[in-house]
């Protein structure tokens, strides 16, 4: 998934740096924009760094 060594979205194949991510609110659902793929289970700082471009 989006923890592999792989910078491509598992949800649409593009680069995970063409992203940005949406959180709905406190327990609510964060997912990928645009594809929207659900990533609630992965901690913020890895979204955030895999959509940065960060390793």
Do not use: K, Q, W
């Amino acid at each position: 998934m989006i923890l592999s060594d792989s910078d491509e979205c598992p949800g649409c194949g593009r680069t995970l740096d063409d992203h940005g991510f949406a959180h709905d609110g406190p327990g609510g659902t964060t997912t990928l924009s645009p594809c929207g793929l659900d990533v609630s289970g992965i901690p913020l700082e890895t979204i955030v760094d895999a959509v940065s471009g960060d390793p």
